[in-house]
């Protein structure tokens, strides 16, 4: 099932970075892999999957130890700074940094590893008050340029979830803007290159704004049984 369903998903992005005039080679398919078993993870891998995305630090910590296969993980949950131990070091790229105090113990933990920690700023662009993230440009700028202070850590773009919602404009408007406040921060001598955003309902519609990282989890792994 897995193989099959990524072999759709990626059929699915190259049609649609053809028809949107975009290189399929700019963008990366992150296969969410949160609540599945390291064996699920495992069988993902021998049909051709790399990159994994998980969203809680000792659930990642726990998977990574345990994994014997070359592959990339992104963490992308929002997280408390005492679970960095859990994520620096383990996660190639931390998607979800949205507050200086975060960001410095990121790169306190990186710099006891002796490491560049990879992040992406996560940006609350719909206004959504049950969503974590940066709101606003000015806030934006700010943050960034805090980080830019620490030795230890590497932005390297920024993220974002649109609303869930049948309405297409509005999600297409969350990526827009996203892609937009990249555009305005490099504007100011930054060099911001990834833009983390797109889910399973709506990552045919992040490729159209920019995407460069698609995180897709049910369209590739079914749907997830939830916990009673």
């Given amino acids: 099932m897995i193989a099959q369903n990524y072999k759709f998903v990626l059929n699915n992005i190259n049609e649609r970075c053809i028809s949107s005039n975009r290189n399929i080679d700019e963008i990366q398919l992150i296969a969410v892999s949160k609540t599945f078993p390291l064996s699920v993870i495992n069988d993902a891998f021998n049909d051709g999957i790399r990159v994994f995305g998980e969203n809680k630090a000792q659930e990642l910590r726990d998977k990574a130890k345990d994994n014997t296969n070359d592959l990339s993980w992104h963490f992308i949950g929002n997280h408390q700074k005492n679970k960095e131990k859990y994520v620096v ?3 190639d790229y931390i998607h979800a940094v949205d507050s200086i105090e975060l960001a410095k113990e990121i790169n306190k933990r990186a710099e006891s590893l002796q490491s560049a920690q990879k992040v992406l700023i996560e940006v609350n662009v719909s206004g959504e008050e049950a969503k974590f993230g940066v709101s606003g440009i000015e806030s934006l700028i700010e943050i960034i340029e805090n980080c830019k202070k620490l030795n230890n850590i590497s932005i390297e773009g920024l993220m974002t979830m649109a609303p869930y919602t049948d309405d297409e ?15 305005k921060i490099n504007g100011y001598g930054n060099n911001l290159s990834q833009l983390s955003m797109g889910m399973t309902n709506d990552y045919l ?24």
């Avoid at 992040?206 to 897709?216: D, Q, S």
């Fill in 89 to 91: 070091g383990t996660a």
């Fill in 169 to 183: 404009s509005i999600i297409r408007n969350t990526f827009s803007q996203l892609r937009e406040f990249k555009t």
């Fill in 205 to 228: 519609i992040a490729i159209e704004e920019g995407a460069t990282m698609l995180r897709v989890g049910s369209a590739i792994f079914g749907e997830r049984k939830l916990k009673v």
